[in-house]
């Protein structure tokens, strides 16, 4: 279904995706809808791959209709091409994984409103060929993914002592005072606060680059 | 359930939506505007006002569409994209409106609108409202409640980045890091209002 592309192309798409152009760290956008299920590994996994899912799809389906597209009607369209894919996530989740399905509530369809995925078929679907559109859709998805994870991951662990479900040794254990706050919205700010000062620390600014 | 009751409840959900169970320190929604456009308190005021009256009207127009049009026809899963139409809509509506009437309004709040279509924050309350089987009444109290709380929020943070403006704050931590450790601090500070309100 996607035509092949040049390896470079791909590569420097996946660069900009994961590293160069982050969502979360760089552009900040998107943190909404998926920020409320970090307490929990396996609701965020679940989240993220119905993200990149509807990211890579959308991306590619804007770009394959955007000659047909009238200018001033485009957002609509990229909104309800965008909602196509989340009622599928929504509807398999649902027959395959009800459990999934009611803990994640009403997050799933607020995929829709998920600054990043419009922000992908805006930026780069409207004006370029599907296969890019369904890489840089593919990989801004999961840029967007590992650093959700990472965040997730030492939630769960500070918070419950557990790493998806399974007790984690020592932090589970009487030893390790279970910090409640992780798993409340405030660790949530705090997590993705320290985060983004991280990566924005550690990756060189593009104006020094030049020099 | 009596007119009265549903009106103390609208109102009891109503104040929860604004402190116990804000929208924004507690759901998360909302997050890209609120750190794009809490830079002046002035332009957070517009958007904030304009977000309590889109959420209170989109709140009960989908309502209705959702128990009158969509359950009757068996429709459900067609909801989000109902939502979203509704939403674009309304929106697009109220601008042109404004645009005709209120030059000065239009002028204040215009620019606003067509941000709030995508605002997550809009489409979360009508969700959130659906899961939570509100009546209708209390679905107004809700959507009033829950746009109020984001006003309140935004506004705060407005002010706090006003002055963090001539800090010297560290590089990586300039911008949108900053701004979540305040909306942290502040989601700690309405956690404390837990417990105000009984049964809800």
């Known amino acids: ?211 | 359930m009596n007119v009265g009751m549903e009106l103390w409840q609208a109102l009891v959900v109503c104040i929860s939506a604004i402190f116990t169970q804000n929208i924004l320190l507690s759901y998360f929604l909302g997050l890209c505007s609120f750190i794009g456009v809490s830079k002046q308190l002035k332009t957070a005021a517009g958007l904030g006002a304009a977000v309590v009256f889109v959420m209170t009207a989109t709140c009960a127009i989908n309502w209705l569409a959702y128990y009158y049009i969509l359950v009757p026809l068996h429709l459900e899963f067609f909801r989000f994209i109902l939502f979203i139409i509704i939403i674009a809509a309304f929106v697009q509506f109220i601008e042109m409106v404004i645009d005709r009437y209120s030059p000065v309004l239009y002028q204040n709040l215009g620019v606003f609108l067509p941000l709030i279509t995508v605002n997550c924050a809009i489409l979360g309350a009508v969700l959130f409202m659906l899961v939570r089987e509100y009546s209708f009444i209390v679905s107004i109290g809700y959507g009033f409640g829950s746009g109020l709380g984001w006003f309140l929020a935004i506004m705060a943070m407005a002010g706090i980045r006003e002055r963090l403006a001539n800090e010297r704050i560290p590089r990586g931590l300039q911008g949108p890091g900053i701004t979540l450790f305040i909306a942290g601090l502040m989601a700690l500070a309405f956690m404390g209002f837990t417990g105000v309100l009984q049964g809800t």
């Open chain 1, 1 to 211: 279904m996607i035509p092949p592309m040049k390896q470079s192309s791909v590569q420097k798409i996946a660069i900009e995706g994961l590293w160069e152009n982050n969502p979360i760290f760089k552009q900040v956008l998107g943190i909404c809808s998926t920020l409320a299920v970090t307490n929990l590994v396996l609701n965020t996994i679940v989240m993220c791959v119905a993200l990149v899912f509807t990211t890579a799809l959308s991306s590619a389906t804007v770009s394959l209709l955007r000659s047909y597209t009238p200018r001033n009607v485009r957002m609509m369209v990229e909104t309800l091409i965008i909602a196509f894919y989340v009622i599928i996530v929504d509807i398999a989740l649902k027959a395959y994984w009800p459990q999934m399905s009611t803990s994640l509530g009403p997050y799933v369809g607020l995929i829709i409103t998920n600054c990043i995925v419009m922000g992908r078929c805006e930026a780069y679907g409207i004006s370029k060929p599907p296969a890019g559109a369904f890489w840089d859709g593919f990989f801004n998805g999961l840029g967007y993914s590992y650093i959700l994870l990472i965040i997730a991951t030492i939630r769960e662990i500070l918070g419950m002592g557990t790493f998806m479900g399974i007790a984690v040794p020592y932090f589970s254990s009487a030893y390790w005072d279970k910090w409640i706050i992780m798993v409340m919205p405030p660790g949530a700010f705090f997590m993705l606060g320290l985060v983004v000062w991280f990566f924005r620390t550690i990756q060189p600014r593009k104006e020094e680059k030049a020099k």
